[in-house]
């Protein structure tokens, strides 16, 4: 049961466009979504959160939109270049201490 | 800050040996610890959670005897994979959650685990 459904899987952007990336859930009771930057061979990085009490947060060229009401949250990459390339997971966890459910994963390819 | 380090980082063992991956978290103090796996091209599945003094707590389908845990300290957890088979290969992520901290939490570079 994946309970983060995330697209798209894979995505290919010109570099100083835009990248969007997005991420649904089922369970009301998550109050933490997190998005993760992983580079191949290497752990998932923590690239910006937000909580639903808010519907946006915006961190440098990444900003996170959140839709409580639909049940949704994407991530925005502004500018995108080419170091940006990575697979971004988003993820979500209810209740504080508890464990986190990561979506499928989206691999993005920013080209020149 | 927030630095989580795995050794090691890469270790290759005969079928039927143990290993053991060490996680540490480097500049914070860590009561819970994750344990996860990674397939190729795949999200990260959650192996077990692991409590500084307790017993870890598997996610279903995990073999808690072929993977032992211990978090023996606020900085380290350890992750043995036992009588390990072809099948164990795999990228084995921790990740440590700080003391006091409800949600954040800051994940190692990984271990890639070459059992032939």
């Known amino acids: 049961q994946q309970q983060v459904k995330q697209s798209p899987q894979s995505l290919i952007v010109q570099k100083g466009g835009i990248s969007i990336i997005n991420c649904a859930y089922e369970n009301t009771a998550f109050d933490y979504f997190p998005w993760y930057q992983q580079f191949p061979g290497k752990g998932p990085a923590l690239l910006i959160a937000i909580r639903p009490d808010v519907s946006e947060k915006k961190e440098g060229r990444f900003t996170i939109s959140f839709n409580k009401s639909a049940k949704q949250f994407s991530l925005h990459i502004m500018d995108s270049q080419p170091g940006d390339s990575a697979t971004y997971f988003c993820?979500?966890?209810?209740?504080?201490?508890?464990?986190?459910?990561f979506g499928i994963g989206t691999k993005l390819q920013v080209i020149p | 800050g927030a630095v989580v380090s795995q050794h090691p980082s890469r270790v290759i063992c005969k079928s039927g040996t143990s290993v053991k991956i060490e996680c540490r978290s480097l500049?914070?103090?860590?009561?819970?610890m994750f344990w996860y796996r990674q397939f190729p091209k795949k999200s990260l599945m959650l192996m077990a959670t692991s409590n500084e003094g307790s017993k870890a707590t598997y996610e279903q389908g995990v073999e808690k005897d072929k993977f032992l845990i211990n978090h023996a300290s606020l900085t380290l957890s350890t992750l043995t994979v036992t009588s390990a088979h072809p099948e164990d290969s795999s990228f084995y992520i921790c990740s440590a959650r700080p003391v006091g901290q409800f949600y954040e939490q800051y994940f190692g570079p990984g271990t890639r685990l070459t059992v032939t």
């Open positions: 993820a979500a966890s209810s209740g504080g201490y508890q464990k986190v459910t």
């Open positions: 500049d914070f103090q860590a009561t819970t």
